[in-house]
Nanobody
Framework: QVRLVESGGGTVQAGGSLRLTCAAS?????LAWFRQAPGKEREGVAA????????YYGDSAKGRFTLARDNGKNILYLQMNRLKPEDTAMYYC?????????????????WGQGTQVTVSS
């Protein structure tokens, strides 16, 4: 299994921006960001399965979040703009082999420890 380390979380005011970084210990076909807020189910935020796709986004991320992948360094970035208080959650990076729906947690076999994002109103 690939090891994943997230960074870049923090506290920001509504309307602000953050960039999350996921560093993988090796190459993996699919990389994704998920998030989970207290008392809520884990939600697929965005994912990519190769360097040629533009990324797949959950409804909450469309138009505000952007993925970028550096395959040479096995790094996945998530640029989050126009953040809202409802974006507050623990954000997790996940890696998988491309089996299953790209934004389903069942499609991923490796998970990072998470990075906390808090958006104040």
């Amino acid at each position: 299994q690939v090891r994943l380390v997230e960074s870049g979380g923090g506290t920001v005011q509504a309307g602000g921006s953050l960039r999350l970084t996921c560093a993988a210990s090796g190459y993996t076909l699919c990389l994704a960001w998920f998030r989970q807020a207290p008392g809520k189910e884990r939600e697929g935020v965005a994912a990519t399965c190769n360097q040629f796709d533009s990324g797949y986004y959950g409804d909450s991320a469309k138009g505000r979040f952007t993925l970028a992948r550096d395959n040479g360094k096995n790094i996945l970035y998530l640029q989050m703009n126009r953040l809202k208080p409802e974006d507050t959650a623990m954000y997790y990076c996940a890696a998988g082999g491309g089996e299953g729906h790209i934004l389903s947690s069942n499609a991923y076999t490796s998970w990072g420890q998470g990075t906390q994002v808090t958006v104040s109103s």
